[in-house]
């Protein structure tokens, strides 16, 4: 991985370990639905421009029971459940919790594929679990009422993104930047009923409806694109890196613009987690040259 990887992976991470600042900051004021559906329309509408300029075809015809499936399991239901969450729990806690899904891939793996755990795997099922235990464990959020929920869904959010994950891996091959086009406004138009059960609770500022454009242009426009480049350049295997560096900017820009206290349980709790996620996906990063069958973007 060349320097300009490397800095374009960082970048990434940072993004994306910004989402949670930026959910945390408009899903108390918007609510969940109405701050997602504000995201998923954002980030459609970029896309939509940046597909017109460099005239990427979305093939809605052939590919819009795809873009359905993965909208509402890579999306909409994970957004709305981070955001769900991120009315209580602090962006440190989401982002951590967000790095198990990788975990929940390797037991769908093994229920629905008939995939073995192996004794590697296992281990690192059970080093998740104990640092999910002592993130939330010793966390003061986890006493606020409705904490459970809260985790509980943010959980389930990261469950979300293993179901995509599996079924991406059977689904006929489309071309990433539609996927990531298309799978935006397949998102839009599932949060669309969700938004009469939850209404705005306040009034945004224009700091909120920052957080909101942020969290639409940046975090999922911008990030796709980003993210796809890298897989292009180095491949997914080092592209996967991204998945232990996001909870590092969660927790920082938690800490700094929210003033989220950070003790010795999110570390270690992060630590652990991280951890077992290597063990159970078997990452092992490798920063040689990029893979030669790499398509360029």
Known sequence: MNTANFLRLLLLAAIWGGSFLFMRIGAPVLGPAVLIEYRVLFAALFLAAVGLVLRKKLELRAHWKHYLMLGFFNSALPFLLFAYGARTLTASVLS??????????????AVWARQPITLRSGLGLVLGTVGVALLVGFDDVSRLPGAGLAIAAALAAALCYS????????????????????????????????????????????????AVLALGVLCSGIAYLIY?????????????????????????????????????????????????????????????????????P
């Open 96 to 109: 951590v919790l967000n790095a198990t899904a990788p975990m929940w891939g390797a037991l769908l793996g």
């Open 163 to 210: 179901i995509a994950s599996l079924y991406a891996k059977s689904a006929k091959s489309v071309e990433p930047f539609a996927n990531a086009h298309g799978t935006m406004w397949a998102a839009t138009l599932f949060v669309l009923p969700a938004l009469p059960f939850f209404p705005s609770p306040g009034t945004a500022t224009p700091g909120v409806w920052a």
């Open 228 to 296: 796809f480049r890298l897989i292009a350049e180095v491949g997914p295997t080092s592209a996967l890196t991204v998945t232990f560096l996001n909870p590092v900017f969660g927790i920082l820009w938690g800490a700094l613009f929210l003033g989220e206290a950070v003790g010795w349980h999110t570390l270690a709790g992060a630590a652990i987690v991280l951890i077992g996620t290597a063990l159970v996906t078997g990452f092992v990063p490798r920063f040689g040259r990029p893979a030669t069958a790499a398509a360029k």
